[in-house]
């Protein structure tokens, strides 16, 4: 005990000031194991000295998440052929530009990030050995590992990192990491400083920035220097896979990559072979018919076979994914929150989890800070159903008979979701029409005044996990998110999210979640009904698949018991 207390003794020494502020506030018992482990990845902490930490401050047993592990623990075969299905590729695979679930699996595949953001939250170093903030975080300094090449055998230096980062920071590329990076780098914000070193300085301070450059923000794979846009001829990155064989649309095949940086994370198999899938039945059809291994993704409705299936394995991590149901506050009906009110309160969540997701989610609370993110203040009372106290807001807001359209389109259970809201809402006399289309029409081209997703009175959209809130915080709610299909503008909302990502804390950011999450229950913009678990599933004799929750898959342990 002496030689542990010797050692912590020391490592404080060496330890920044933020770094021992993160070490008291544990060792006082104010943030939970879990939640100084997070917290210490984002400071740049690695996992081993925070558990070295956890047990020599006296740390309980709290052990982390096994969720997203294959059940089948058994050691597997070296070699073999793996197969996955996964969605639809709906538009090319390109870094920059992609924004749909099957393109960020395959560039996770061949590309690698600065860190991987895993199933627990936590940040895993890759590109990055390590990473440390100044004394407020509005600069972040990364060291970049050594002896890792591209696929075609050039070395990886600080100046590939930081020509990837400000790629996507810079507005005339039009990457879909500007709902990132947007309000938090400027064009040529990350230089390298040295052939090891990149620092970044940020239009403000921010406590979260390494996950902003995590797998969490998936575009950002780190491309060579020369990059101009031709990925998906050489899908070219430093990752375990490289590329042999790409039919669009179809299907993707990778081999190992033998000069792999990391031997921990040597694949097992020999070949990796992605599936393109249009329809989510042929998906899950594909694998109990033998089509493929394993598949990334599955919806309750779609899939609610595989929950049963004596021959399949189903993956499970709890995520910050979900549906925001929007409810514009600048035109009617929606324009009083009275209204906005009675509608949340007509919301039957617990029958909504049990009904569409065989209570695969947990229950959402009328604001982005789902329960799996340690800064979410869970003390916050659950809004619940209650038909008598909306009749009255909506008596007392004069809105008795209102009658409003609401948008949509025909993905996973989002349909089966709009008649639960059409229903729901006639217990107090709102009158609900669907329009529910294909994804297209909805989102439209995706910008103001030329999308039902962001002109519509009333819209169910979907949004993937985030390690971090700090986006689902600021793109659909402050007063200029570029994704505020509600028009909600409230300049002691925009004050808090600022005062949120400035936060260098976990008791600070709990503080300001706490009053965020009580304005966005009593202003509602948007109603937040539920958080999903991300579910993928895998064949009996699959082994060592690691998920997140947002949808990447590692399959450098991955291989066949027999």
């Not at 309980?60 to 073999?80: C, D, F, L, M």
């Not at 810079?170 to 990457?175: E, R």
């Not at 309000?183 to 390494?210: H, R």
């Not at 990391?262 to 599936?275: C, F, G, L, W, Y």
Request: proline share 5%; charged share 20%; glycine share 10%.
């Amino acid at each position: 005990m002496d030689e542990n207390k010797h050692r912590l003794d020391n490592i404080r020494k060496r330890s920044s000031e933020l770094d021992n502020h993160l070490i008291d506030e544990y060792a006082a018992g104010r943030i939970s194991r879990r939640g100084f482990i997070r917290r210490g990845t984002v400071m740049g902490m690695s996992i081993p000295l925070l558990s070295f930490i956890a047990a020599a401050c006296g740390g309980g047993g709290e052990t982390p998440s096994s969720s997203g592990g294959n059940a089948n623990t058994a050691k597997p075969q070296a070699g073999g052929a793996l197969r996955t299905g996964i969605g639809v590729q709906s538009g090319a695979l390109d870094p920059v530009t992609v924004n749909f679930e099957a393109g960020l699996t395959v560039l996770g595949q061949s590309g690698e990030y600065l860190a991987w953001s895993d199933k627990n939250l936590e940040l895993q170093p890759r590109i990055a050995e390590s990473w440390k903030p100044n004394g407020d975080a509005s600069v972040w300094t990364f060291k970049i590992r050594q002896g890792v090449k591209f696929h075609d055998g050039t070395p990886l230096t600080a100046e590939d990192v930081a020509t990837s980062i400000n790629l996507h920071a810079d507005p005339d590329n039009g990457s879909n990491a500007l709902s990132v990076f947007g309000t938090v780098l400027k064009k040529g914000a990350a230089q390298a400083t040295d052939d090891q070193t990149v620092k970044v300085e940020l239009e403000a301070p921010n406590g979260n920035f390494p996950y902003l450059v995590s797998s969490d923000n998936y575009n950002l794979i780190i491309l060579p220097k020369t990059y101009d846009g031709d990925w998906e001829k050489t899908f070219i990155g430093t990752g375990p896979w490289k590329l042999e064989k790409y039919t669009p649309e179809v299907s993707v095949t990778f081999t190992k990559n033998p000069d792999y940086w990391d031997s921990s994370r040597q694949p097992v198999a020999d070949t990796n072979e992605i599936k393109f899938y249009a329809e989510e039945q042929a998906k899950v059809l594909g694998l109990q018919g033998g089509e493929v291994d394993i598949i990334n993704n599955f919806s309750v409705v779609g899939g609610k076979a595989l929950l049963t299936d004596p021959t399949i394995l189903v993956l499970e991590v709890e995520s910050s994914a979900h549906r925001q149901v929007h409810m514009r506050t600048d035109i009617p009906p929606f324009n009083d929150k009275r209204v906005r009110q009675a509608m949340a309160l007509l919301m039957d969540r617990v029958a909504l989890v049990e009904g569409l997701w065989e209570d695969k989610a947990s229950l959402g609370n009328d604001s982005p800070l789902a329960p799996v993110f340690p800064s979410t203040d869970t003390s916050v009372e659950q809004r619940a159903l209650d038909v008598a106290q909306a009749k009255q807001l909506l008596a007392d807001a004069g809105a008795e008979d209102i009658s409003v359209e609401l948008r949509g389109w025909d993905g996973f259970e989002m349909p089966d979701l709009a008649a639960v809201i059409k229903n729901q809402a006639q217990q107090a006399g709102i009158s609900v029409q669907l329009n529910i289309t294909n994804s297209t029409t909805y989102y439209g081209e995706a910008v103001f005044g030329e999308s039902p997703w962001l002109d519509s009175s009333f819209g169910i959209t979907e949004y993937g996990h985030r390690g971090v809130p700090n986006v689902l915080l600021d793109a659909p709610l402050t007063s200029n998110g570029v994704w505020n299909s509600a028009h909600f503008k409230n300049k002691t909302y925009d004050g808090l999210v600022a005062d949120y990502v400035a936060a260098l804390d976990l008791p600070t950011q709990k503080k300001v979640s706490s009053k965020m999450q009580e304005l966005l229950l009593d202003e509602v913009p948007i109603m937040f009904l539920y958080f999903y678990f991300h579910l993928g599933a895998t064949k009996q004799n699959v082994t060592g698949v690691e998920k997140t929750g947002m949808g990447h898959i590692d399959l450098t342990k991955t291989g066949f018991t027999g």
